[in-house]
């Protein structure tokens, strides 16, 4: 976990300390007040990974004020309508999805690595995720891409005490490895610190 | 290094404070999705959250009525749902256009079953 936070802290230096600013014009002229995340793209091999995904962007995206559409409802309800799969409903036009929902943007992540290389002393643990956001007539008002990894070795003390860590860290990441803390770390670092962040939504205004 | 770990929590939390109370929302729907048994413990939680939230007289955070109302659809509870896509219509505004429609589904459905059965 310490090993983490250290690997962390050096993106999320970078994540706050940035000098490029991407333009803006296109998400302000749309001033979304609600955002609808849909069931996301998978590319990896992980059949799971989507679901997961899906649990981490609503608290990120609704910190940033926006009201962030109930994605298990919106599951649910896109399941009624045939919809199973996020590529399926890649290509559903964004106007009619989002004349469905009443929502003034939608959110479309893509899954592009989710995976664990394993090594003999220590495992890396990858996730990659494409970010795009459209307003309601579909034009593209936000993109990002995140890769995130972590492995416990980057950061490993010499010696044997060191080698024995790192071979209880992997013998722990290989039974189960941990997506989920990158996963939030990469959202966190996009919507929230990044050079392209997320502007403040309507319940971030201070109000006059 | 301890240096370092101390402003790495600095930052993170500097950045990324929760601006409501989720009560685990994000951590019980992963378990739900891992689990299908722990459907019925993300609607107790869920219920519990959002009653908590009401009695303090604080706001419930976008999304979590909702998601209640549709567990409650998805074990045929109708009126609960009703009742509560009602709520974060009232809560959240955005929510309107969905909320109504859902609402105005589950009444023509339940007005097709009435009539099936007559």
């Known amino acids: ?208 | 290094m301890t240096a370092i770990t101390g402003l790495t929590l600095l930052l993170l939390t500097g950045c990324a404070q929760n601006k409501y109370n989720w009560n685990g929302y994000d951590k019980g729907l992963y378990d739900a999705y891992k689990d299908p048994n722990q459907v019925v413990a993300l609607q107790i939680k869920l219920q519990e959250t959002v009653d908590a939230l009401e009695k303090e007289k604080q706001v419930v955070p976008p999304g979590l009525y909702a998601e209640l109302g549709t567990l409650y659809l998805q074990e045929g509870d109708v009126e609960k749902a009703k009742k509560y896509y009602a709520k974060e219509r009232d809560a959240w505004p955005e929510s309107k256009t969905l909320m109504d429609t859902l609402i105005k589904n589950l009444d023509s459905r339940k007005k097709v079953l009435e009539k099936s059965k007559t």
């Open chain 1, 1 to 208: 976990m310490k090993y983490l936070i250290v690997c962390l802290s050096a993106l999320t230096l970078i994540g706050c300390a940035n000098i490029q600013k991407k333009d803006m014009s296109a998400f302000n002229a749309a001033a979304p007040r609600s955002i609808l995340v849909v069931p996301v793209v998978n590319k990896t091999l992980d059949v799971d990974a989507p679901v997961y995904v899906l649990t981490t962007l609503p608290i990120p995206l609704a910190n940033k004020g926006y009201y962030v559409f109930p994605v298990n409802t919106t599951k649910y309800i896109l399941e009624q309508e045939g919809l199973y799969e996020g590529d399926r409903i890649l290509t559903m036009p964004v106007p009619t999805l989002a004349k469905m929902f009443g929502a003034d943007a939608i959110l479309y992540v893509t899954i592009k690595r989710w995976d664990a290389q394993y090594a003999f002393i220590a495992t890396t643990v990858t996730v990659e995720f494409d970010y795009k956001m459209v307003a309601a007539d579909g034009t593209v008002i936000w993109e990002e891409n995140k890769k995130m990894a972590y492995s416990p070795q980057n950061s490993g003390g010499g010696g044997l005490g060191g080698l024995i860590a790192a071979a209880i860290s992997a013998a722990i990441t290989r039974a189960a490895p941990n997506y989920m803390p990158l996963a939030e770390s990469a959202h966190q670092q996009v919507f929230l610190m990044g050079p392209n962040q997320l502007p403040d939504g309507p319940y971030n205004t201070p109000v006059k």
